[in-house]
């Protein structure tokens, strides 16, 4: 296989990069128009960061938080349900795959608003039994980040002989939850890790299931927001952008420590 050269490499990020740009640089510029007047100034910005967080768009911050609870229960949804499962499968049912995957699958198929209608019913249940808490939500969330986590997860587990790991394991002694939490979890770290980057980026930007289920997610909020001050509207939906890179950092840092630490390990 011929590998791009750095040039060629160079020029498919700044393409791609200039894609993402833009639209955020339009974003900032439309934030500091003074209107009629004409100008730029950060007199928005200044009334956002000055009393706006705690005052008036107090909101917005809840929204968050509810949003960082529905991503953060979401991924341990989905992780505790789909790699055990999927793990399963490969090593004693394989021909139960194609039919998993098509299960997996499915909800990229339907759209945002059938789910609706049919988890409506479902959550008259939920909220009987677990309360009308925005973290219900993460059940339906799991749902649809199914295609995307069973994707990630699955290029993964094809990349490793997971039979004969588990083998070798259990040969020397290891019961089947050491094979799973000691052998096969560290060989598919980065396609958790792959998994759990889509699903919050999906959960942070879901809109339709919470607004049509009357839940208050970061969308929701920002929605309300436009419709009384667009341009600072704006700016919470800048920061929001800021916030989930900030976020996806940190969990693309989780697994950084322990190579670190191998490397250092092998080369004394």
């Excluded at 909220?127 to 295609?147: E, N, Q």
């Excluded at 094809?158 to 020397?172: P, Y």
């Excluded at 693309?252 to 390990?265: C, E, V």
Aim: glycine share 8%; net charge positive.
């Amino acid at each position: 296989m011929i590998e791009p050269r750095p040039l060629t490499r160079w020029l498919i990020l700044g393409t791609v990069g200039l894609v993402f740009l833009v639209p955020i640089v339009a974003m900032g510029e439309f934030t500091l128009r003074r209107g009629l007047e004409g100008g730029y100034d950060f007199s928005r910005w200044i009334a956002v960061f000055s009393g706006g967080l705690t005052g008036e768009y107090k909101g917005v911050l809840t929204a968050l938080g509810n949003s960082v609870v529905l991503a953060t229960v979401t991924v341990a949804v989905m992780l505790v349900i789909l790699v055990p499962t999927m793990i399963l499968v490969q090593l004693r049912f394989p021909y139960l795959r194609r039919a998993m995957e098509f299960l997996c699958l499915l909800p990229i198929t339907i759209p945002a608003i059938v789910l609706v209608v049919g988890l409506a019913p479902v959550y008259s249940v939920v909220a009987k039994m677990f309360g009308s808490g925005v973290w219900t939500l993460s059940f339906a969330y799991g749902v649809i980040v199914l295609p995307y986590a069973y994707r990630a997860i699955q290029a993964n587990l094809a990349a490793i002989d997971v039979i004969t790991l588990s083998e070798a394991a259990r040969s020397l002694g290891a019961g089947w939850l050491t094979v799973l939490v000691r052998v096969l979890l560290p060989n598919l770290r980065h396609g958790i890790l792959s998994a759990s980057f889509i699903s919050v980026a999906v959960v942070l930007g879901e809109y339709t299931i919470a607004a049509l289920l009357n839940r208050v997610n970061l969308q929701t909020a920002l929605v309300i927001v436009s419709k009384s001050d667009p341009f600072v509207a704006v700016i919470f939906a800048l920061l929001a952008l800021i916030f989930a890179f900030l976020l996806l950092l940190a969990i693309g840092r989780i697994g950084a420590p322990r190579i670190k630490r191998s490397l250092t390990g092998a080369s004394s």
